[in-house]
């Protein structure tokens, strides 16, 4: 009986151990399975992010010509700009030099006619009243301005 009854316990621990086996094989192919889902997350991350950058990448490809015409539009408007100022600068230095002759010729005038007032004034005092005199002066100093004026345009 004894021998009957550890036979019966035998063959039913028989039984638990193939259930063990079974059960351990699945507990690993459980593990398996964790560790494949983990992979197969960071992989759909790196698909996504794959996407992301290819259709960003197209953006940027179908934007690089309009972007190129930009920048040369750009460019040259940068050189009209440039050649404009370059003109306007020419133009105001030419002025600003005949203005600075105009000044330097006026302020010759006006030293030749500090010369020239004394020997005017004892010639002219009693033989015309002091308006015509002025008037006098102001002509012959108008038309030595006039000529400097023309002398140095030809200049």
Do not use: F, W
């Amino acid at each position: 009986m004894q021998l009957e009854s550890a036979e019966v316990q035998l063959s039913e621990c028989g039984k638990v151990e193939a259930q063990i086996g079974e059960k351990t094989i699945l507990s690993e192919k459980i593990k398996k399975a964790y560790e494949i889902k983990g992979e197969y997350a960071r992989c759909q991350d790196a698909l996504r992010n794959m996407q992301t950058c290819e259709s960003a990448l197209k953006e940027q490809q179908e934007r690089a010509p309009l972007l190129k015409e930009q920048s040369q539009s750009v460019i040259q408007t940068a050189k009209a700009v440039k050649e404009t100022a370059e003109k306007e600068l020419k133009a105001y230095t030419t002025i600003y030099e005949r203005v600075n002759k105009e000044v330097k010729l006026l302020k010759q005038i006006k030293e030749a006619e500090k010369k020239d007032q004394p020997a005017k004034s004892d010639r002219s005092a009693g033989r015309r009243p002091q308006s015509q005199r002025r008037s006098g002066e102001n002509g012959e100093a108008g038309s030595r301005l006039e000529g400097s004026v023309r002398e140095a345009d030809r200049h």
